[in-house]
């Protein structure tokens, strides 16, 4: 059993960064890979990143890549999404996850949810 808080969320303006931490709770966490989703307002929740149990196979939604980037550090149970350059359409409710990869590296099943942490960036 793995239980996922996320943190670090808030209101920024455009242009700026949060740095999101998402702590894990269970002895298993280095077994899974972990992702960040994102929901917006009317919209599905969409991928937006995740990395491997190892650190690697790190993959980023296009919207994101080259702004955003994911880490963890397994010592800690704790991984994290630094955003940069955030925009307006950045705005969502965003959610860890635990779950696994499949073909290419791509995320395929998740197996835990975290609550969820609401960023906004304003114009």
């Known amino acids: 059993q793995v239980q996922l808080v996320e943190s670090g969320g808030g209101l920024v303006q455009a242009g700026g960064s949060l740095r999101l931490s998402c702590a894990a709770s269970?002895?298993?966490?280095?077994?899974?890979?972990m992702g960040w989703f994102r929901q917006a307002p009317g919209k599905e929740r969409e991928f937006v990143a995740s990395?491997?149990?190892?650190?690697?196979?790190?993959y980023y939604a296009d919207s994101v890549n080259g702004r955003f980037t994911i880490s963890r550090d397994n010592a800690k149970n704790t991984v994290y999404l630094q955003m940069n350059s955030l925009k307006p359409d950045d705005t969502a409710v965003y959610y860890c996850?635990?779950?696994?990869?499949?073909?290419?590296?791509?995320?395929?099943?998740?197996?835990?949810w975290g609550q969820g942490t609401q960023v906004t960036v304003s114009s």
């Open positions: 269970g002895r298993t966490f280095s077994r899974y890979a």
């Open positions: 990395i491997r149990w190892s650190g690697g196979n790190i």
């Open positions: 996850a635990a779950g696994a990869l499949g073909y290419g590296s791509r995320w395929s099943s998740t197996n835990y």
